[in-house]
C-alpha cells in the first residue's frame, strides 16, 4: 500500500513561486511514471507535469518555463517548483504515482491534495 503526503500550498500574489513536495511511503517496486495533477473548481483534472522512472519529463503548455518537476530521497519524493504563477494556476493540486509491484501489477496512487491560490 502506498499512500502520498502533499505540502507546500498557499496564497501567493501573481509572480511568486511555491515550491510542491510530495513524499511517498509504502512499497514501490518500480515506477512508472510520478506526477502532478491540478483541478480548479468546475474543471476537471489535468495533468501539470509528470516525470518518468527514466528520468523523462513532460509538461503542460500552461506552465511550460515555469515549473520544473524533479525526483529527490532516491524516488520517493517528487517536487514541483512553480515560477511565476498566474492567477489561472490557481488549483488543488494532487500527486500521483503509477508504479508496479513485484508482479509487475500496475498500481496508481493519489494524494489528498494541497491548494494553490495566487491572487490578482
Known amino acids: 500500500q502506498v499512500q502520498l503526503v502533499e505540502s507546500g500550498g498557499g496564497l501567493v500574489q501573481r509572480g511568486g513561486s511555491l515550491r510542491l513536495s510530495c513524499v511517498a511511503s509504502g512499497t514501490i517496486f518500480g515506477i512508472n511514471t510520478m506526477g502532478w495533477y491540478r483541478q480548479a473548481p468546475g474543471k476537471d483534472r489535468e495533468l501539470v507535469a509528470a516525470?518518468?522512472?527514466?528520468?523523462?519529463?513532460n509538461y503542460a503548455d500552461s506552465v511550460k518555463g515555469r515549473f520544473t518537476i524533479s525526483r529527490d530521497n532516491g524516488e520517493n519524493t517528487v517536487l514541483l517548483t512553480m515560477n511565476s504563477l498566474k492567477p489561472e494556476d490557481s488549483a488543488v493540486y494532487y500527486c500521483n504515482i503509477n508504479g508496479y509491484s513485484r508482479d509487475y501489477v500496475d498500481f496508481s496512487s493519489w494524494g489528498q491534495g494541497t491548494q494553490v491560490a495566487v491572487s490578482s
Open positions: 516525470i518518468t522512472g527514466s528520468g523523462a519529463t
